[in-house]
């Protein structure tokens, strides 16, 4: 396979998705609009995860804190949670443990804050040779500026940027794909 296609093209046998810090006391600080659309792709995607039985991974920053995973999407946590401490979720040892057990070698970013251990984690796990995709409507920042910052960073750095939509009809590759009719009824879920 061609360095292009290993790069851009997700794998259901080579991904795992991975839900950074939606937590409850994070929620409220996003503008309203942002995090509602932000909620509304993570659950597509973890609906589109489950059924195409994918990995995924959840992290909380100090819920002590900041609380637990939002209870839209404490479907998140189901499989592998991680709490931590560390904004890059490398710098947590348990998270790197169940990244190698899922045997991924791409990683789909979502979560808040982007500027901070969204993009924090990219770096490290760019750096530690996994290919990451880091999904553009299911990340957000407080801060506009932030999140334009963290998008334009992250390209340079060598993730590329994906949608929502983009990375699960990715994952089916077409209509002949037992999950396209999931996929296909999720995306018509979309709300502008």
């Known amino acids: 396979m061609g360095t292009l296609r290993d790069k851009f093209w997700l794998r259901p046998d080579q991904v795992a998705l991975v839900v950074i810090d939606v937590q409850e006391k994070l929620v409220p600080a996003m503008n309203n609009r ?39 999407l404490k479907g998140a946590t189901e499989q592998v949670w991680i709490e931590k401490t560390s904004f890059s979720c490398c710098g947590e040892p348990a998270f790197m443990t169940a990244l190698e057990k899922t045997a991924a070698k791409q990683v789909l970013l979502v979560g ?25 409507d299911a990340v957000c920042s407080r801060f506009k500026t ?21 990375a699960l009809f990715q994952l089916v590759g077409g209509a002949e794909h037992p999950g396209f009719k999931t996929v296909s009824r999720l995306a018509r879920r979309r709300t502008p």
């Open 112 to 136: 808040m804050e982007a500027h901070v251990c969204v993009f924090q984690t990219l770096l490290d796990l760019l750096d530690r040779g996994y290919f990451v995709h880091l999904v553009k």
């Open 34 to 72: 942002v995090s509602g659309e932000l909620v509304q792709h993570i659950e597509l995607l973890l609906e589109g995860f489950e059924a195409l039985g994918l990995p995924v991974i959840a992290t909380e920053q100090y819920p002590k804190g900041l609380g637990p995973t939002i209870g839209k």
């Open 146 to 166: 932030d999140f334009d910052t963290t998008v334009a960073s992250a390209a340079a750095a060598g993730a590329v940027i994906t949608s929502t939509e983009m």
